[in-house]
């Protein structure tokens, strides 16, 4: 029984000097996961914010018009596409604002606390993300294929700049999303393993 | 420098003593978080499953019909809606294959290996519910209002029960989706706190 007790409090005492001798030795690969982890952040940040703004622009209105209807293809016309730029919005201001947490994580590689703050909201913001991605994908896919059992028409051969700048914004926001999922992996296996 | 090597070693002597004597002490939430993780994951197979079955047999033929079209509507008429019941049944199975690791973490609160593991898979396929699931909603969306500006109108009107059906299963997925994001932040909680 003495020998229990005796033991959190001796790994206490050594964890003191921790912090001094150790993480040149044994803590070098928890540093490299964080400078990762940080990098992949802006990377994310630039997929999904382009994800935004390429979405947020798409916008054809065809040279020619009828009475009745006026031929305009914007974001507006589907509420996911409109989902997604708010949410690719806010997913780019999450990423903005981990970047401290991030840093933190390069400072004090040991640290559990701030690994475990990041791996919970990426989890939220992944599902978010993915989401968001998804439906808009359902959207663009049905956009340029049409269905044929519901008589709803392709419309990607009219509105073809359209299509190409929402199918490019789907595909920018899945390399945010596989981003999140290398970010929430490379935490987890900082934190299991120690 | 003595001392930072005895400590590993001392700590790996008590190991041995600390599977028979320290749980009953501190690793009792860690027991808890297990047990509860057990039990989420049969309530997200039942949900997974329940979603793929209920989306799988959604077939509704209406009473009427001409020389030109059939009026039958069933999930092989949207891809999206075939996405889903394939990733839904890969879920549902993914989850049943991983009851004996949480049966593991909870004979086993302390160790970390079974929890990395399952915490690095329930992200795949968090991410795989999640896409399916949105995908699906987009779709049931536009059953249920069709769309102004491209001419897509909607089908509910005529397929009430079908649009009934596949609704159901969105919903259940979306169980899925947020059983799965508590299982990530438990596991988390678990892994980060020791």
Not at 90 to 101: D, K, Q, T
Not at 138 to 165: E, K, M, P, R, S
């Amino acid at each position: 029984m003495s020998t229990t007790i005796d033991v959190p409090e001796s790994s206490n005492v050594v964890k003191g000097k921790e912090v001094l001798v150790v993480p040149a030795r044994a803590g070098g690969w928890k540093k490299g996961i964080a400078i990762m982890d940080f990098i992949l952040r802006l990377g994310a940040i630039a997929a999904a914010l382009g994800a935004a703004a390429s979405m947020g622009t798409s916008d054809q209105t065809l040279p020619f018009f009828t009475q009745f209807f006026q031929f305009e293809a914007s974001y507006d016309s589907f509420s996911a596409f409109q989902f997604f730029v708010i949410t690719m919005a806010i997913v780019g201001g999450y990423l903005v604002l981990s970047l401290p947490l991030s840093v933190v994580a390069i400072i004090r590689p040991h640290a559990a606390g701030p690994r475990l703050f990041l791996i919970i909201l990426d989890t939220v913001f992944l599902t978010l993300a993915t989401a968001s991605s998804a439906s808009a994908a359902a959207i663009v896919y049905l956009a340029h294929n049409g269905n044929q059992d519901t008589n709803w028409i392709a419309i990607c051969n009219q509105f073809g700049d359209f299509c190409a700048q929402t199918s490019g914004a789907v595909v920018s926001s899945l390399v945010a999303v596989v981003i999140f999922v290398l970010l929430i992996v490379m935490s987890a296996l900082a934190l299991g393993r120690h």
